[in-house]
């Protein structure tokens, strides 16, 4: 079964950059996957970061766009979130998660327990 | 961007009775593979959300047949027949046709 664990800074400064890691188990981030961030801010919905494939291409929200970076790391069998220029309306639960893909996705089918991170002075 | 829209907000169910949420996309999810890219969450309180349905109407892995999912193009719903205690929490519908996009989530909650 795969496994996920989000590893992250709990507090962070305005304007400062927010690095979150995934940590992935029995499962290798190299095999066909779709490797997502995904946030819920307080009282809202949840929404989209960005992903990262096996392959190492990358999408992420419009919205966003200008200040995420997904990288992945092989060795550790990991990939990460760098969100820069940070505000309070950054402050979340912070998911990393799989979308299971054949030839067509198939699913958030596994997600890691969230991080808070809360963006503050 | 593809925008979701869910209704209710919230929605009280009574044990054994069925219940339905609707979910409506701003643009068609219909691959030309003849496939709706639309996936149903259900987020339980304290706990990550996890995969019910995907492709519109397959269930996942481990889910209970008394959840089901149909529509088309734009308009989606998620049944839920006689519903049950460790059914409560927040359901999201969520889009992978263009990126990534949820649904407002709806609140399910026993009488």
């Known amino acids: 079964q795969v496994q996920l664990q989000e590893s992250g800074p709990g507090l962070v400064r305005p304007s400062e950059t927010l690095f979150v890691t995934c940590d992935v188990s029995?499962?290798?981030?190299?095999?066909?996957?779709?490797w997502a961030w995904i946030r819920r801010p307080p009282g809202k919905t949840l929404e989209w970061i960005g992903s990262i494939y096996h392959d190492g291409s990358t999408s992420s929200n419009p919205s966003l766009q200008s200040r995420v970076t997904i990288s992945i790391d092989l060795s550790k069998n990991q990939f990460s979130l760098s969100l820069r220029s940070v505000t309070a309306a950054d402050t979340a639960v912070y998911y990393c998660a799989r979308l299971k893909f054949g030839t067509l996705p198939l699913g958030l089918d596994s997600w890691g327990q969230g991080t808070v991170v809360s963006v503050s002075s | 961007d593809i925008v979701m829209t869910q209704s209710p907000l919230s929605l009280p169910v009574t044990p054994g009775e069925s219940a339905s949420i609707s979910c409506r996309s701003s643009q068609s999810l219909l691959h030309k593979n003849g496939y709706n890219f639309l996936e149903w969450y259900l987020q339980k309180p304290g706990q990550p959300p996890q995969l019910l349905i995907y492709l519109g109407s397959n269930r996942a892995s481990g889910v209970p047949d008394r959840f089901s999912g149909s529509g088309s193009g734009t308009d989606f719903t998620l049944k839920i027949s006689r519903v049950e205690s460790e059914d409560v929490g927040v359901y999201y519908c969520m889009q992978a046709l263009q990126g990534l996009t949820f649904g407002g989530g709806t609140q399910v909650e026993i009488k």
């Open positions: 029995n499962y290798s981030v190299s095999s066909e996957s779709l």
